[in-house]
């Protein structure tokens, strides 16, 4: 009985998708917005390439292990009120590997020297992470199906 | 060009669009008059209206949209509420030209639409709309 116990309890909690604070996303957001307003300006690559491994780690680990989301849990959250609704933690991992993809082109335009594939890809993901932060824009609540009816045969 | 210049048409365009993004989302809209059947729905529609919202796993305002439609469906006679996934009822989702999510529906009791709110509705919006005496 306590063998199915178990069972049940961590196929329940593969099952259910991981909650995340919906302040925390926008919280990293504006920093990213910095960032990205800071290479913009700069035309430097160095700070695509910080922004690059934040959204790597947001995207394909998890939001709350990447740099901006370990000081929001624990420099900004205990500050905050502890009363919001929590939010699945799917569409921030999209976003961040949407910005990561952007990162990754500015990157290989800053390589190669091409400052207006460098500029277009760092002014996108700028874009998304400003409205994001002041606006709550979620990206992945508009692109998402967008992206499936373009790549999936099954949307066609 | 100056890249201030290049930084402040991003973050001009975007707060243009930001301000139009946040005007255009939480009212009731009228749209094409999409019809779905209980068949489609797999499910019998409400006597008076049916609240149909379209989720997927990536959207973040899903959540908050489900609550505010369950707790008005509580509320107010006769009146359903559904969710469906949108990334699972594909033809449901051309059908009704669905774009983003969450979208919701609202269909009369023969499930004809009668408007649609994209994003977190304003919880008045969709009361005005379906019952403006029960509540």
């Known amino acids: 009985m306590q063998f199915l116990r178990w069972i049940f309890d961590h196929y329940s909690a593969l099952m259910t998708p991981e909650l995340i604070d919906p302040r925390g996303p926008r919280f990293t957001a504006g920093i990213t917005t910095i960032v990205l307003a800071t290479a913009l300006l700069s035309g430097s690559w160095i700070p695509v390439f910080v922004q690059c491994v934040q959204f790597a780690l947001g995207g394909f680990v998890s939001p709350k292990k990447a740099p901006y989301g370990l000081i929001y849990i624990n420099l900004i959250q205990p500050r905050l009120s502890k009363d919001f609704s929590s939010e699945p933690i799917n569409g921030p991992k999209f976003a961040q590997k949407v910005g990561f993809l952007c990162t990754v082109v500015a990157l290989g335009g800053s390589l190669i020297g091409n400052y207006v594939t460098f500029a277009i890809a760092v002014a996108f993901a700028l874009a998304a992470a400003f409205l994001n932060a002041v606006f709550n824009f979620c990206l992945g609540c508009e692109i998402y199906l967008i992206g499936q009816r373009v790549f999936s045969k099954k949307f066609r | ?135």
């Open chain 2, 1 to 135: 060009m100056n890249h201030l210049v290049i930084l402040g048409i991003v973050l001009g365009v975007s707060t243009i669009f930001g301000l139009w993004y946040r005007s255009s989302r939480g009212t009731v809209k009228p749209h094409s008059s999409t019809q779905l059947t209980e068949s489609d729905l797999n499910s019998p529609l409400g006597t008076r209206f049916t609240l149909v919202q379209f989720s997927t796993d990536f959207c973040s305002f899903c959540r908050p949209t489900r609550k505010l439609l369950e707790e008005i469906s509580q509320a107010v006679n006769d009146v359903k509420y559904l969710e469906l996934n949108a990334e699972t009822k594909v033809d449901l989702v051309k059908r009704a030209k669905i774009l983003s999510t969450p979208t919701t529906l609202i269909l009369d009791a023969n499930g004809i639409e009668i408007g649609r709110v994209i994003g977190v509705p304003k919880r008045d919006q969709i009361v005005d709309a379906i019952s403006p005496m029960d509540i």
